[in-house]
C-alpha cells in the first residue's frame, strides 16, 4: 500500500525557517522523481519543485527559489523541503507527491501518489 506522509509543518515568523519531511513506502522511492506542491485557501495547487531519482537535481518555481531546498534520502525513503526566509505568501498546505514518469513535472496532474498535505501558516 503506498503513503506520503508529510511533517514538519507549523506557524511561524516571517524570516524564520522550517523543514518539512515527506517519508515514503509501497513503492520503490529511489526511482521515483519527488515533488513539493503548495495550496494556499482559494487558490490551485501550484508547484513549488521537485527532484529526481537519477542524480538528485533540483528544480524550483520561480517564487521559491533561492529560499527553498530539496533533498531526499533514499536510505531513509524521505524527501525534505527545507524553507529558508519565510513570507506570508508562503503559507499553505503543503503536499509532496511522487512520479515515475519524469514528464510534465512542473503539472499535478503528472504525479501518480499524493500525502495528505502539511500546513505551513507564516506570520507577518
Known amino acids: 500500500q503506498v503513503s506520503l506522509v508529510e511533517s514538519g509543518g507549523g506557524l511561524v515568523q516571517a524570516g524564520t525557517s522550517l523543514r518539512l519531511s515527506c517519508a515514503a513506502s509501497g513503492f520503490t522511492f529511489s526511482t521515483y522523481y519527488m515533488g513539493w506542491f503548495r495550496q494556499a485557501p482559494g487558490k490551485e495547487r501550484e508547484f513549488v519543485g521537485v527532484?529526481?531519482?537519477?542524480?538528485?537535481?533540483?528544480t524550483y518555481a520561480d517564487s521559491v527559489k533561492g529560499r527553498f531546498t530539496i533533498s531526499r534520502d533514499n536510505a531513509k525513503n524521505t524527501v525534505y523541503l527545507q524553507m529558508n526566509s519565510l513570507k506570508p505568501e508562503d503559507t499553505a498546505v503543503y503536499y509532496c507527491?511522487?512520479?515515475?514518469?519524469?514528464?510534465?513535472?512542473?503539472?499535478?496532474?503528472?504525479?501518480?501518489?499524493w500525502g495528505q498535505g502539511t500546513q505551513v501558516t507564516v506570520s507577518s
Open positions: 507527491a511522487a512520479d515515475r514518469s519524469g514528464y510534465g513535472l512542473r503539472n499535478r496532474n503528472t504525479y501518480e501518489y
Open positions: 527532484i529526481t531519482w537519477i542524480d538528485g537535481s533540483t
